[in-house]
């Protein structure tokens, strides 16, 4: 069964840093890796994909994520924090082994920026 | 497109008493999902549907969870005789296309407060 891991349930970095949040994924087969973002109180939004095309995937609100197989990782970035960008970021991993493709989740991480 | 929509946006209810929850998807997405997230944790997958039919179920569901959709459209998710485990936000996707690695689309979610 596919898994993932989003180490930092915490994150906090200065408005303009570089944001750095990290998922390791498992799977049996070639994954399907996803992150979302959510808002105080909202549904989930996709930030951007991976479904096995270029390993760099650009995404939404100037976040990119590469796909390193060798490392088993996902690991989201943002060269320079906004304030806006406070929210809680979910990775994904699609199963892909009995057609449904249900998403597993990992458990979060919250980003603060600070002023 | 207009989004999921998901209604009602929250619901308070008393420990034993029924609720039903809707989901609108993304007109002609042919497959429609339900997730339950408890407080600081990611989504977990609770049921799936393709077009009418439900095509999987998680552990999750207990006997007193049940989803429908009947015509392929809209779907409920009913939880009888509530309990105060089930207090959770409900998160309804939907996601159209025949390909592998297909976005899932969120709805806001029902946040259900069970007292």
């Known amino acids: 069964a596919q898994s993932v891991t989003q180490l930092g349930s915490h994150v906090s970095v200065s408005e303009g840093a570089l944001v750095l949040l990290r998922c390791n994924y498992s799977s049996s087969v070639p994954p399907y890796l996803f992150w979302y973002v959510q808002y105080p109180n909202q549904g989930l939004q996709l930030l951007l994909k991976?479904?096995?095309?270029?390993?760099l995937v650009k995404g939404i609100n100037g976040f990119e994520a590469e796909f390193k197989k060798s490392e088993t990782s996902f690991h989201l970035t943002k060269p320079s924090a906004h304030m806006s960008d406070a929210a809680e970021y979910f990775c994904a991993v699609s199963d892909q082994d009995f057609g449904n493709e249900k998403l597993t989740f990992g458990t979060g991480t919250r980003l603060t920026i600070i002023p | 497109d207009t989004g999921v929509s998901q209604d009602p946006r929250h619901k308070i209810t008393k420990r034993g008493q029924n609720v039903t929850f809707r989901c609108d998807p993304i007109?002609?997405?042919?497959?429609l999902y339900w997730y339950r997230q408890t407080l600081g944790q990611g989504p977990e997958f609770l049921t799936y549907?393709?077009?009418?039919?439900?095509?999987?179920k998680s552990r999750l569901l207990s006997d007193r969870f049940s989803a429908e959709r009947p015509k392929g459209s809209f779907s409920t998710l009913e939880i009888q005789r509530t309990e105060q485990g089930d207090s959770a936000m409900y998160l309804c996707?939907?996601?159209?296309?025949?390909?592998?690695?297909?976005?899932?689309?969120f709805g806001p979610g029902t946040r259900l407060l069970v007292l």
């Open positions: 996707a939907s996601r159209g296309g025949r390909g592998l690695g297909e976005t899932q689309y």
């Open positions: 549907f393709q077009n009418e039919a439900q095509l999987e």
């Open positions: 007109s002609e997405h042919n497959r």
């Open positions: 991976y479904t096995s095309a270029a390993t």
